[in-house]
């Protein structure tokens, strides 16, 4: 059964990668969107695509999440249009480097705790409130496994991770009474950019995070994405860990040939 059809998401992170994912699984479903992302190109060459061949609404603002007065404008602009947001795909996010803390990069880490952390935040703060006030909505971080275990100099990132999960379940509490859902899906190694983003373009160091298994696919996090979305208003995943077969905790990987 489809309860999608019709429904509008936002999604951060729209441009590449799990974010770019959930947005062509959602417009399959029939779902409007409104995608948020800094590449400007690629958001709004994706927003025609969809647009024409899924037949829904689908808006492009070229924003960063941790430009405050930017959302805002965003926010303003949609409210403006009457857009109202049933699905917040906080997805947007990134690693920088793979460091001891000792030796570790400080742009780096603002870089992911503005992104990860101040900037999810930011999204919460603009869009949960008229959620509230229409009693509805549902927001979806994306997380990861490294929100639940840290892995070797995987230090800052996984502090921003299990920073969303307790976010995720901070605000699960603070909108008791509500029928606003809140879940976290926290995957494990998904083949992205991700990896070349955290090793600053380096594709050939990037491309071997994904050799010797089969990784997730960013389609296959979309589908949980739907999954969760799409259950009956009375049913809410707090929390869901997804991973490849091959790994089987956040530094448990099988790999065979490497
Ligand atoms: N890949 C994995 O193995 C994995 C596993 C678990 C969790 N995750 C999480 O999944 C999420 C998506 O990552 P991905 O794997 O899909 O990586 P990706 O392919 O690099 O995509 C990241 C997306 O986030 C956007 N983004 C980054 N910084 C932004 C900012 N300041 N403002 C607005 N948009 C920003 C990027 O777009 P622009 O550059 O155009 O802004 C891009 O669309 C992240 O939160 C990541 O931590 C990834």
């Given at each position: 059964m489809n309860r999608l059809s019709?429904?509008?998401?936002?999604?951060?992170?729209?441009?590449?990668?799990?974010?770019?994912?959930v947005a062509r699984r959602l417009a399959a479903e029939g779902v409007h969107l409104v995608l948020l992302?800094?590449?400007?190109?690629?958001?709004?060459?994706?927003?025609?695509?969809?647009?024409?061949?899924?037949?829904?609404r689908v808006s492009a603002y070229p924003v960063d999440v941790r430009d405050r007065g930017g959302i805002q404008i965003v926010a303003q602009h949609l409210e403006s249009q009457g857009v109202e947001i049933d699905i917040l795909v906080n997805n947007a996010g990134l690693a920088r480097g793979l460091e001891t803390i000792q030796e570790g990069d400080l742009d780096g880490w603002d870089e992911m705790i503005d992104t990860?952390?101040?900037?999810?935040?930011?999204?919460?703060?603009?869009f949960?409130?008229?959620?509230?006030?229409?009693?509805?909505?549902?927001?979806?971080?994306?997380?990861?496994?490294?929100?639940?275990?840290?892995?070797?100099?995987?230090?800052?990132?996984?502090?921003?991770?299990?920073?969303?999960?307790?976010?995720?379940?901070?605000?699960a509490l603070d909108l008791v009474g509500t029928k606003v859902r809140v879940t976290s899906i926290d995957p494990g190694l998904v083949e992205t950019?991700?990896?070349e983003v955290?090793?600053?373009?380096?594709?050939?160091?990037?491309?071997?995070?994904?050799a010797g298994y089969t990784p997730l696919s960013p389609a296959?996090?979309?589908?949980?994405?739907?999954?969760?979305?799409?259950?009956p208003d009375h049913v809410n995943v707090l929390d869901?860990?997804?991973?490849?077969?091959?790994?089987?905790?956040?530094y448990v990987v099988h790999k065979e040939g490497v």
């Amino acid at each position: 059964m489809n309860r999608l059809s019709g429904k509008t998401a936002l999604v951060t992170g729209a441009s590449a990668g799990i974010g770019e994912a959930v947005a062509r699984r959602l417009a399959a479903e029939g779902v409007h969107l409104v995608l948020l992302a800094r590449r400007r190109e690629r958001l709004e060459a994706l927003a025609a695509e969809l647009g024409s061949t899924r037949g829904v609404r689908v808006s492009a603002y070229p924003v960063d999440v941790r430009d405050r007065g930017g959302i805002q404008i965003v926010a303003q602009h949609l409210e403006s249009q009457g857009v109202e947001i049933d699905i917040l795909v906080n997805n947007a996010g990134l690693a920088r480097g793979l460091e001891t803390i000792q030796e570790g990069d400080l742009d780096g880490w603002d870089e992911m705790i503005d992104t990860n952390v101040k900037g999810v935040l930011i999204m919460l703060r603009t869009f949960v409130p008229a959620m509230v006030k229409r009693n509805r909505g549902h927001v979806v971080h994306v997380g990861s496994i490294a929100g639940h275990q840290v892995y070797p100099k995987g230090n800052i990132y996984n502090a921003t991770k299990f920073a969303v999960r307790a976010i995720n379940e901070a605000l699960a509490l603070d909108l008791v009474g509500t029928k606003v859902r809140v879940t976290s899906i926290d995957p494990g190694l998904v083949e992205t950019e991700f990896s070349e983003v955290r090793y600053y373009g380096d594709a050939d160091r990037a491309e071997r995070t994904y050799a010797g298994y089969t990784p997730l696919s960013p389609a296959d996090v979309a589908d949980t994405i739907a999954y969760v979305t799409n259950l009956p208003d009375h049913v809410n995943v707090l929390d869901l860990v997804v991973l490849p077969t091959d790994q089987r905790n956040v530094y448990v990987v099988h790999k065979e040939g490497v």
